[in-house]
Antibody, heavy 122, light 109 residues
Framework: QVTLRESGPALVKPTQTLTLTCTFS??????????VSWIRQPPGKALEWLAL???????YYSTSLKTRLTISKDTSKNQVVLTMTNMEPVDTATYYC??????????????WGQGTLVTVSS | DIQMTQSPSSLSASVGDRVTITCRAS??????LNWYQQKPGKAPRLLIY???RLQSGVPSRFSGSGSGTYFTLTISSLQLEDFATYYC???????????FGGGTKLDIK
């Protein structure tokens, strides 16, 4: 059974750095063509893809946010960590981690975490 | 960057209706296109991948088609549980970047 769970602060202040951890089970990030991604959704708005890390440690970032994002993995702990620097109120959103099946040509997200709401406010 | 445009942004329909949602890419993306369903307060759910392949466990009333820049998601006979928001998502770019459409909210007429 595949599960993913996001953890991190619910509230951060402007200019602070956000660190989110995705802890997963039911699969391994050392398995070929397995990947984990972070996706966010501001309240009442559309989904926005942020970053992805592949089984071979390749990393990809949203063009518009790449200067602020870092994604990393700890395969032994089954965890993926996302850091986002210089947080602003517009970064208030529910942040999801998700599994991506790279063996399918369109790299779909087949499992999602429940999401964690992060509010940016002083 | 590739932009994904969904239409309509909202849609009212009745149980039993046939509904089609469209998604256009700003450049050709072959069949690198997925569809998701999201209900309020819940994470999205994968419906269709590679433009037309039905995800395991998804009812057959959902279908996807298209290639290149124009894609559609069709629900052949709406059920009560289908009222939700639908998103398309592309994964064609090199270097890899995934882009979601703006969403289509489907509600009861």
């Amino acid at each position: 059974q595949v599960t993913l769970r996001e953890s991190g602060p619910a509230l951060v202040k402007p200019t602070q750095t956000l660190t989110l951890t995705c802890t997963f089970s039911g699969f391994s990030l050392s398995t070929t063509r397995m990947s984990v991604s972070w996706i966010r959704q501001p309240p009442g708005k559309a989904l926005e893809w942020l970053a992805l890390i592949d089984w071979d440690d390749d990393k990809y970032y949203s063009t518009s946010l790449k200067t602020r994002l870092t994604i990393s993995k700890d395969t032994s702990k089954n965890q993926v960590v996302l850091t986002m620097t210089n947080m602003e109120p517009v970064d208030t959103a529910t942040y999801y981690c998700a599994r991506i099946r790279r063996e399918y040509s369109s790299s779909p997200v087949d499992y999602w975490g429940q999401g964690t709401l992060v509010t940016v406010s002083s | 960057d590739i932009q994904m445009t969904q239409s309509p942004s909202s849609l009212s329909a009745s149980v039993g209706d046939r509904v089609t949602i469209t998604c256009r890419a700003s450049q050709r993306i072959s069949s690198y296109l997925n569809w998701y369903q999201q209900k309020p307060g819940k994470a999205p759910r994968l419906l269709i991948y590679a433009a037309s392949r039905l995800q395991s466990g998804v009812p057959s009333r959902f279908s996807g088609s298209g290639s290149g820049t124009y894609f559609t998601l069709t629900i052949s006979s709406l059920q009560l549980e289908d009222f939700a928001t639908y998103y398309c998502q592309q994964s064609y770019n090199t270097p890899q970047e995934f882009t979601f459409g703006g969403g289509t909210k489907l509600d009861i007429k």
